[in-house]
């Protein structure tokens, strides 16, 4: 059998940092675990634009439609900010959702105890927290025409669009109740169907789909109510299921219950491939971090629980995404904390290599 392969995007900013350490983890599973893979590298966002003009080259959106799992870093900056939007570093990462049509955003809120003390809500609303958020992934207001910026009655007018089809809504929500089938058999689906009407059918597609699940607990929530329950007991939620663009924003929310939005790893999956394990793309949750990047201070932990989640979604080897994640958990137990898991100015952090030298020690003790 041949080696499953990766396409790694580092991207801008953080992601190239942090893609540098999850490498290193790639090679300490194949130098101590005999799992070996095939690795390309490419270009995606401003570097890639820097090189190609374009956000995303062709070849590499080719590449990515073949290999097993693709994992990304982060794109944009400011560099960028000024260019013509079809061009702009954000453009690449939503082409490849798009094309590969991932329509199924995993996104883990999970706050592991030695950080409990270090979330902006009080401890005993986080101890233990473990929730999981499925964003629709390929469509929403997003992708939706009519799009763009015009004249009316000389004045400029902004347009987007929610557009939602019911197949659309459909394959997240079994994307959704089938995770919620895995785990606590609990469902709660935001929309805003107080005033939108694809809220209503949201929330009607997802009803009729539940007929297929009668295991799962099913809950409605209106979005704006689902962000404040998020802070107020995030602990009542088991999974999640919302769209392209309430999701952006709640798995933000969710991520700072963790500690750190550099905590957060996710997962964006499509159809079955022919081997039948899901098109995939692992990405942390968060951005390039322009403010703090070239300095050695990003968190590489939700990139490389994205690589964890690889292991278990595309590469069938589930145990050894529970030893990467064992690992992670007791570095955190010792102490270990990059800047963005410090409040305290006085204590000391390890840089992102630090982090990563800590990892593998603790992976090296696994074994
Ligand atoms: P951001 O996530 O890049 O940063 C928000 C804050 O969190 C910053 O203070 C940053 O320093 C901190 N932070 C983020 N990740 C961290 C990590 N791993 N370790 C330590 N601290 C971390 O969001 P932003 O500043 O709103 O966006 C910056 C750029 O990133 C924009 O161009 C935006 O479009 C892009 N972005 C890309 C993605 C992606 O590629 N998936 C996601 C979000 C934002
Ligand atoms: C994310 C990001 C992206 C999004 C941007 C960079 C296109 O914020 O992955 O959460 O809005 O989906
Ligand atoms: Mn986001």
Not at 31 to 56: C, I, M, N, S, T
Not at 193 to 201: D, K, P
Not at 286 to 304: E, L, M, V, Y
Request: net charge negative; glycine share 8%.
């Amino acid at each position: 059998m041949s080696n499953p392969s990766l396409l790694i995007l580092p991207g801008d900013g953080i992601g190239q940092e942090v893609m540098a350490e999850v490498r290193r983890v790639i090679e300490w599973f194949g130098a101590k675990r005999d799992l070996q893979f095939d690795v390309f590298e490419d270009l995606v966002g401003g570097a890639a634009y820097d090189k190609h003009g374009v956000p995303l080259h062709d070849d590499t959106m080719a590449k990515a439609q073949e290999v097993d799992a693709v994992l990304l870093g982060a794109v944009g900056g400011p560099a960028y900010d000024d260019l013509d939007f079809s061009l702009k570093p954000e453009r690449g990462l939503l082409r490849l959702r798009k094309e590969m049509d991932l329509f199924a955003n995993l996104r883990p809120a999970q706050c592991f105890d030695a950080l409990a003390d270090f979330s902006s809500l009080k401890k005993e609303l986080v101890a233990g927290l473990d929730i999981m958020i499925v964003r629709e992934l390929t469509s929403g207001v997003y992708f939706g025409e009519p799009r763009g910026i015009h004249m009316e009655d000389n004045m400029r007018v902004g347009v987007n669009t929610q557009r939602y089809t019911e197949a659309e809504i459909e394959r997240g929500a079994r994307a959704a109740f089938e995770m919620a089938m895995k785990r606590n058999k609990k469902l709660c689906s935001m929309e805003k169907a107080n005033v939108m009407e694809s809220g209503i059918l949201w929330r009607d597609v997802v009803t009729e789909v539940h007929a297929d699940y009668p295991e799962v607990e099913l809950s409605h929530m209106y979005a704006d109510n689902g962000a404040m329950q998020l802070v107020r007991a995030p602990k009542q939620f088991d999974v999640i299921y919302t769209d392209n663009l309430f999701g952006d924003i709640l798995s933000d929310c969710a991520a700072m219950l963790t500690g750190s939005l550099g905590m957060l790893p996710s997962a964006s999956l499509g159809a079955p491939m022919e081997n039948g394990r899901p098109k995939a793309m692992y990405e942390p949750v968060h951005g390039s971090a322009p403010d703090i990047t070239g300095q050695g201070k990003a968190n590489p932990i939700a990139c490389i629980l994205s690589f964890a989640m690889a292991l278990r979604y595309s590469i069938d080897e589930g145990a050894e995404a529970t030893r990467l994640e064992a690992a992670i958990e007791k570095v955190l137990a010792d102490g270990v904390r990059t800047g963005d898991l410090l409040s305290d100015a006085n204590s000391t952090a390890v840089s992102t290599s630090g982090m990563t030298d800590a990892i593998l020690a603790a992976l090296d003790e696994s074994l």
